[in-house]
């Protein structure tokens, strides 16, 4: 299926590790969304990617936090100096155009544990 | 600033009965509003939305929405629930400014057979 990718599905960090989350969206997505969904929560936005330009990071939680998308396809999210509220799932979203009228369609989500 | 609120944690209901999840909104503009659908250690599935027209709201699943303006809710529901209907469902409201979705904290539906 054509849906949206990501990898790895889980990954163990020991706090204060840097770890890398890649996200590779359905073909031809222009926008691009990464959100964290703390356990029993709702996801939380994160940032958003038009092709390669990341028009809002509001939602990072800190400078640790960091996004990048060069081509505009493939995503990575960047944690540094992992820290135990970091624990969550991140999910990636894409959608055809920054349009009210578009469902984002996500991915299955990269489970983080920080110990 | 947007926001949905998801009144009811957990909603039990057995299979063959007509079943509710219930969304409240809050929004500057118009609203843009979605449901989606979660089983475990999976992404969001997209089931419907509303941008304008009709208040009754079609999707996938059999589910449909009944958007509500005077009420400001947007309440999701099924004429007969399905045990596999049993999932973990989110309401969002789509921001105006940046066109991120904001959730509401989930509601557990429990279909018993």
């Known amino acids: 299926g054509a849906g949206v990718s990501q990898s790895p599905r889980y990954k163990v960090a020991k706090r204060g590790q840097d770890v890398a989350l890649r996200c590779d969206p359905i073909s031809g997505h222009v926008s691009l969304f990464w959100y964290q969904q703390a356990l029993g ?3 939380e936005f994160l940032t958003y990617f038009q092709n390669e330009a990341q028009l809002d990071k509001s939602g990072l939680p800190s400078d640790r936090f960091f996004a ?11 944690i540094q100096r992992t820290q135990q509220e970091d624990s969550a799932v991140y999910l990636c979203a894409s959608s055809t155009r920054d349009s009210g009228y578009n469902e984002q369609f996500f991915g299955p989500g990269t489970r983080l544990t920080v110990l | 600033a947007q926001s949905v609120a998801q009144p009811e944690d957990q909603v039990n209901v057995a299979e ?6 219930k969304c409240t909104y809050s929004v500057s503009g118009n609203p843009y509003l979605f449901w989606y659908v979660q089983y475990p250690n999976r ?11 009709d208040n009754l709201v079609k999707g996938s699943y059999g589910f449909e929405a009944e958007f509500n303006k005077s009420q400001t809710s947007f309440h999701l529901k099924k004429p007969s629930a399905l045990v596999s209907d049993s999932a973990l469902y989110f309401c969002a409201v789509r921001d105006d400014y940046t066109g991120k979705l904001i959730f509401g904290q989930g509601t557990t539906l429990q279909v018993k057979p």
């Open chain 2, 43 to 53: 992404g969001l599935q997209f089931l419907l939305k509303y941008i304008t027209g």
């Open chain 1, 41 to 43: 929560q709702g996801p």
């Open chain 2, 16 to 21: 063959g009965n007509p079943l509710t999840v």
């Open chain 1, 68 to 78: 990048e998308r060069p081509e505009g396809s493939v995503s990575t999210l960047k």
